[in-house]
């Protein structure tokens, strides 16, 4: 089959990633093999109360290793803007270096990043804008006569004095909106969130932009500036930290490592790209994606889902051996050995060696710029035509062979011919989404459009509609009988069980029966600020613990009424977890067996919107058929930090001609209008 991707240049890339202050230093990383693993420092989080080497407390880690970036590789204590919003600029000046700015500002420029938290610094920033509410909770109680709860909010007060309510720490898309203020664009700028995927939905999202002509260049990537307790307990709690080194598909790996940083490329049209004479370090030839639906539970691995997507890339480039593919490979043992089963079941009748590596040995799972940090090493791989070493590897996982798969231990050099060199990127996310990438070498003889031409963008009509307010939390027995175990169900953050009562209550409405259609060609997003009320009330139970000496001082009761206050705000639980931004699209496509990609928009008061531009792109790319959008409708309190969540709104897109074709109901027309914050 033809290939319908219409090819995109990467001209430029820059990062800040542990053990590189720049792309040079990341290349000789990668050469080197020698991990950046470390302990989180004081200055972090301290260990006492939050670590427990042997995890007998159930609001504690039992890991604290981390790929930490020395913060002299970009931070600069003058500059009054957050650490995290720091890390990436300095990767987006670096990106930049080969341009004149006013290119940018005289062309149709936009900033979608890949962002599953804000950075460490917006834990304190919330709970500091909840000091009054935690206040009265905690005066509320009839505490004993041996206890000054005077002196408990005082250190409180004291213990977040330093915190501050600057809404930037709070918004990630305020980091996408930095990069357009600096270039001084006024286009697109917004962040995607499918967990452990991001950024590798930032890079699909803006080459769908580039293809419609939305945009001229796209500057995306990832940023990860979060090494909190609120991603290190949720994990502990999920089984899947190591507590030493990660070792990518090898039969010793006991887990993932976290790490951070910041990967930003400058994306163009190939064609365009080529008549201007812009430098192209490679070329993204397609991306496929799908989400695992019911195959899996929302945190485990689909190795039929994962070979789903390579098929249909081997398919479209009628290419079945790419030189090198840097797998996912977080070190987890089920989801390194569902990768490697995939790759093996799609690569078995190669005849030539394919080369498998996963960075994450070195700088550990960034989350939100992992895809992103995979594609600069492919990048990398290709510009100095040489394969790094894992060093470190010695079993496969699987136990047995792994040809036509190679984990080389030592670098191999690529020859110089006239075939180009071909890479592919595997990523995949919490709440199920997964994504393949074909990179290409540039080389000019080689790089003929072979895509076919998109026809005008056809009309798209809104096929079913529904709001849930927040207030109906629980499902009622006229509600169908999701697969979500009770003990599970109560747990959950209220916008994964609205998203459920919403798609169901739009589907009775417009008599829809989604089985009818082809699950593959279905997608979900959700819309909101990148902070769900799982996340706050789980930010507050974990930093109270700051609190438990005053307690433990005085009686028991004291000690167990305290305890009880914190347990009533949420479960520390494998349901920790599931409080992401994703899992709400994710849930939605688990609970209903739908297997198009999910993921979260993020333009702070204008996701929904946002949502709606990205739905547009993917129906009218012909990428879906039916697009779902989960809205949470927000605002702000006065002069705070803190989210009023009024309702969730459920929408249903379709490509007119689908519609009519199906005979799905007209409702209406999609307009898009952002609105002001």
């Known amino acids: 089959m033809m290939n319908s991707f219409e090819p995109i240049a990467i001209l430029s890339a820059g990062c800040v990633l542990p053990g590189a202050s720049d792309v040079k230093a990341y290349w000789n990383l990668l050469m080197a093999g020698k991990d950046q693993f470390s302990f989180i420092s004081d200055n972090r989080w301290p260990l006492t109360p939050y670590y427990d080497p042997n995890f007998r407390s159930p609001d504690s880690t039992y890991s604290h290793r981390a790929a930490l970036i020395n913060d002299t590789f970009f931070l600069d204590p003058k500059v009054p803007l957050p650490r995290t919003h720091q890390m990436f600029l300095k990767a987006l000046k670096e990106a930049l270096i080969p341009f004149e700015t006013n290119l940018f500002s005289e062309s149709k420029t936009g900033t979608i990043l890949g962002c599953m938290n804000p950075g460490d610094e917006s834990s304190k920033s919330l709970l500091k804008s909840h000091i009054n509410s935690t206040k009265q909770k905690l005066t509320q109680i009839n505490w004993s006569n041996n206890l000054s709860i005077e002196d408990v909010l005082s250190y409180w007060e004291s213990f977040l004095s330093s915190a501050s309510l600057d809404p930037k720490i709070h918004y990630p898309s305020s980091i996408a909106k ?122 485990s691995p689909s190795f039929e889902h994962q070979s789903v997507i390579y098929k249909k890339m081997n398919e479209a480039l009628n290419e079945y051996s790419p030189d090198f593919i840097e797998g996912h490979g977080t070190g987890t043992p089920v989801g390194d050995l569902a990768e490697l089963t995939a790759l093996l079941h799609s690569f078995e009748a190669t005849a030539k060696p394919i080369y498998l590596g996963s960075v994450k040995s070195l700088i550990g799972h960034t989350k939100g710029t992992a ?80 895509y076919k031409p998109k026809k005008t963008p056809q009309p798209i009509c809104l096929v079913a509609y529904s709001c849930v307010p927040f207030s109906s939390e629980k499902f009622t027995e006229s509600r169908p009988n999701y697969k979500i175990p009770p003990n599970i169900l109560a747990k959950l953050d209220p916008s994964q069980t609205l998203g459920l009562l919403a798609i169901t209550e739009a589907l009775e409405r417009s008599l829809i029966e989604l089985t009818l259609f082809d699950p593959s060609r279905i997608g979900v997003i959700s819309a909101s600020i990148t902070r769900t009320t799982k996340i706050e009330a789980l930010t507050e139970a974990i930093y109270l613990k700051e609190l438990e000496p005053f307690f433990s001082k005085s009686l028991p009761e004291d000690l167990a009424k305290f305890q009880g206050l914190r347990s009533s705000l949420t479960a520390f639980d494998e349901s920790s977890c599931q409080s992401i931004n994703s899992m709400t699209s994710g849930r939605l496509t688990h609970e209903l067996n739908l297997h198009g990609v999910n993921f979260h928009v993020d333009a702070d008061f204008n996701s929904k919107e946002h949502a709606f531009l990205v739905a547009q792109l993917f129906l009218q790319n012909k990428n879906w058929d039916l697009a779902v959008i989960l809205a949470t409708e927000e605002s702000p309190l006065a002069d705070s930090i803190q989210m009023i969540r009024s309702e969730m709104s459920c929408y249903l897109f379709a490509l007119e001609s689908f519609a009519i074709k199906n005979a799905l109901p007209v409702l209406g027309a999609l307009t898009l209008q952002q609105k002001q914050p």
């Open 178 to 299: 930095l990069a357009n203020d600096y270039l001084k664009v006024e286009g697109l700028a917004f962040c995607v969130d499918s967990a452990c995927a991001s950024s590798m939905t930032a890079i699909d999202v803006s080459c769908q932009l580039l293809h419609q002509r939305k945009l001229d260049f796209a500057i995306s990537g990832g940023i990860e500036g979060n090494l909190s307790l609120e991603t290190f307990i949720p994990f502990s709690h999920l089984g899947v930290l190591s507590r030493n080194h990660c070792l990518p598909f090898d039969s010793r790996s006991d887990g993932i490592i976290q790490g951070e940083g910041a990967v930003v490329f400058v994306l163009e049209r190939l064609e365009d790209a080529i008549k201007a004479a812009h430098p192209i370090l490679g070329v993204i030839e397609n991306i496929t994606s799908s989400s695992n639906g019911s195959n899996a539970s929302l945190f």
């Open 371 to 450: 895809g992103a940090a995979g594609i600069l090493k492919a990048l990398l791989t290709i510009q100095n035509r040489t394969i790094p070493p894992s060093s470190y590897f010695e079993k496969s996982v699987n136990g047995s062979q792994l040809l036509p798969l190679i984990i080389n231990t030592e670098p191999v050099q690529l020859p110089k011919d006239a075939t180009p060199i071909k890479t592919r990127i595997n990523s995949s996310g919490f709440g199920g989404s997964n994504y393949h990438l074909s990179l290409k070498e540039a080389l000019l003889d080689e790089m003929v459009p072979s």
